[in-house]
């Protein structure tokens, strides 16, 4: 019996820790905004310092926000590659080269199963192996049919926005939203919009949400394509959204920031700010956390819209937060990247010179960036900063120890009672 309590404590113990460190372990960044509802935020520890820990430089500019998934970094660049580049140091383990010219990857990767979705500026859709880079299928929407949009993957589907240029060169002639299969590239459906969708979809509940240059934004059937609703603002729709809750939270080039329901597209609120709002949101904890060319940044109530506080930089934020351990990291045109308290935005520091790229991912303590023609870590060493399984890994880990060591226990128990009951009977 006293071996059974020693293993009861032990188990215990075991889960005492499990739910300690649960909150310092960070889940992958896996595509644009952190997952297919564009939250923005994933669970993990602050970046405490805006310490350089190494930058990577390509041959062009760098306007893809980087997905970071089991310890290496993917992103995009102008300089018509896909990089794959270890967390930790920056090393580069491989390269996709799209094409030639016009080939520009502005898309955000979305990195599933082992799968790396990109798309490139002369119409294409890639599906490449994360572990090497190699083509698994590329599918082709038309050299002047550009996917700057940055695709969401979720139940085995593609879904990804177009805007095409007419033969003046003008933007905002059309555009279409896709849903393609993502183990062979073929298309499941098309949806066309009045104009060019920058905008990267969001993908909640069946339903996909994305805005236009149309001005509006859209719910669509995840299955099949169908409309559901669209609500009209006053100008494009190039901020992509973020459902969270039943609500869909998005940017205009109104300069106003919105809040729908998710259902029937309903306005529930929109704020005004004094720029436009190209900025994707973050919502956590009830608060929406977004930048507009006004050169602020805001956290607005979730449910009303109320401002809670603004911070000011001296020129525009494009950049889409993040929202990682009650700290909300934002770059700006001004050549500055800030994290910030969520709580009353008073800063926490800033780094200089890498501001005004592609919008952050946070893994492991650290943030990954793109800014000019480089990739950039910032925060402290990825591996002594904090753990890097998934909140699940971790939680099954702990379970299956504890498992082990309550059936070891249990069966040391009753090998020592047969032993005992052998002693009585030769007695």
């Known amino acids: 019996m006293n071996g059974f309590r020693v293993g009861a404590a032990v188990v215990c113990i075991i889960f005492v820790f499990s739910f300690v460190l649960i909150p310092f372990a960070n889940a992958d960044w896996t595509m644009f905004h952190a997952d297919s509802s564009h939250s923005g935020s994933v669970s993990g520890n602050p970046t405490l310092t805006s310490t350089l820990l190494w930058n990577y430089s390509t041959r062009g500019n760098v ?11 993917y992103i995009g660049s102008n300089d018509h590659n896909v990089y794959a580049l270890n967390a930790t140091n920056g090393a580069k383990l491989w390269n996709y080269t799209t094409g030639a010219a016009g080939a520009e990857v502005e898309s955000s990767p979305a990195v599933v199963n082992g799968v790396v979705y990109i798309g490139s500026d002369r119409g294409d859709m890639y ?12 599918y082709s929407t038309g050299a002047r049919n550009y996917l700057a949009s940055s695709a969401t993957v979720t139940d085995g589907v593609v879904y990804v926005g177009s805007y095409i240029y007419n033969p003046k060169g003008v933007q905002n002639y059309c555009g279409y939203a896709y ?12 949806f066309t919009a009045g104009g060019g969708i920058y905008s990267s979809p969001a993908v909640v509940g069946g339903v996909v949400y994305f805005g236009s240059e149309d001005d509006n934004v859209y719910a669509l059937n995840a299955t099949n394509g169908a409309k559901l609703w669209s609500y009209p603002t006053g100008n494009f729709v190039e901020s992509s959204p973020s459902v969270v809750g039943g609500v869909v939270y998005i940017g205009s080039d109104d300069n106003n ?7 029937n597209g309903a306005k529930l609120w929109s704020y005004p700010t004094g720029g436009i709002v190209f900025s994707s949101p973050a919502v956590v904890n009830s608060v929406v956390y977004i930048g507009s060319y006004d050169h602020n940044v ?4 979730a449910i009303n819209g109320a401002k809670i506080w603004s911070y000011k930089t001296s020129r525009p934020v494009g950049s889409s937060p993040a929202v990682v351990g009650g700290t909300v990291y934002v770059g700006s045109f001004d050549g500055n990247f800030y994290a910030l308290k969520a709580t009353d935005g008073s800063q ?4 200089t010179h890498i501001g005004g790229g592609s919008s952050p991912a ?3 303590g650290v ?16 591996a002594s900063s904090s753990f890097t399984l998934s909140n699940t890994l971790f939680i099954i880990v702990a379970v299956v120890v504890a498992v082990v060591i309550v059936a070891s226990v249990v069966f040391l128990m009753f090998r020592k009672r047969a032993r005992a009951k052998a002693l009585k009977r030769m007695q």
């Open 348 to 351: 926490v520091w800033n780094h």
């Open 127 to 138: 599906a490449l192996k994360a572990a090497n880079g190699a083509q698994l299928w590329n």
């Open 367 to 382: 943030i990954y960036l793109g800014s000019g023609n480089a990739v950039y870590a910032l925060g402290t060493t990825p």
């Open 362 to 364: 946070v893994n492991g």
């Open 63 to 73: 306007e893809s926000s980087p997905a970071v998934v089991g310890g290496v970094v």
């Open 298 to 301: 805001y956290a607005l109530n």
């Open 179 to 190: 849903a393609l299969n993502a183990t062979n590239g073929a298309k499941l459906w098309n």
């Open 257 to 263: 920031v919105y809040a729908l329901n998710a259902a």
